[in-house]
């Protein structure tokens, strides 16, 4: 029975947020990289999504002896574009994530359903919002650069990252990520409005995977204790801290 899942109460809590049982305003989600693992392949060829250890596998191949040896991609990615440039960053990324060789799943389908108040994305994928053109019931905006978010109305599917093919920069190295709040205040300002009113799951990510760290830093930095509930999702296999 689900009434008997450790996390049954954060299950409930979304839930009430979602269909606005509670006197919170409603529920948002963040998707992280995971989640694109869903995803239904074009053909029996395609790649698959990669994990962020593939990524990291990809560029130290790339780097050679001009790698540093760090697992951690964000660094191996500031490393990369130091020695090979944007472009060649730009190019590695489109190149491990061919998206036009994936297809919305069942789960992004089941997942846009749902009555978020918006939908906030990492990823540089389009599958989100091809899953959205499926819909009957429900209709998002989408938000691709900070430009959009005056014409836009919620419910919103919100890339904060870039968005494949041409919607750059993709947010991906270390420096792209000190900078962000600088050069992207617009999405800042939104995702801080977002936080503050909705209840945050967080979807796709795993406990130590480093856009999930430095998204829940770079939230604790901005809202402090303003923050509403986050929860992360997933078979994660953590302790409850």
Do not use: C
């Amino acid at each position: 029975m689900i009434k008997d899942l450790a996390d049954y109460p954060a299950l409930q809590a979304i839930q009430n947020a979602l269909w606005h049982v509670s006197d919170v305003r409603g529920a948002a989600v963040m998707v992280g990289s995971g989640f694109s693992m869903n995803a239904e392949l074009a053909s029996p060829s395609s790649k698959g999504p990669p994990l962020w250890s593939d990524m990291a596998t990809a560029m130290k191949a790339q780097l050679g002896p001009g790698s540093s040896g760090s697992d951690n991609p964000l660094r191996l990615a500031e490393e990369f574009r130091a020695l090979l440039g944007q472009a060649a960053l730009d190019g590695l990324i489109r190149d491990l994530v061919p998206d036009a060789e994936w297809l919305p799943g069942e789960a992004h389908m089941q997942l846009l359903e749902l009555p978020w108040s918006d939908v906030l994305s990492t990823n540089w994928d389009t599958l989100l919002e091809r899953g959205k053109t499926e819909l009957t019931e429900r209709s998002y905006d989408l938000v691709f650069t900070p430009e959009d978010i005056s014409r836009t109305r919620s419910p919103r599917i919100i890339k904060l990252h870039g968005t494949l093919p041409s919607h750059t920069p993709f947010i991906f190295a270390e420096e792209d990520y000190r900078t962000y709040p600088a050069k992207f205040a617009p999405f800042v300002n939104l995702a801080q409005h977002v936080l503050l009113e909705n209840e945050l799951l967080l979807l796709g990510f795993s406990g130590d995977d480093p856009n999930f760290l430095a998204w829940a830093g770079w939230v604790r930095d901005q809202l402090g204790t303003s923050a509403r509930k986050i929860r992360l999702a997933g078979v994660l296999n953590l302790s409850p801290a």
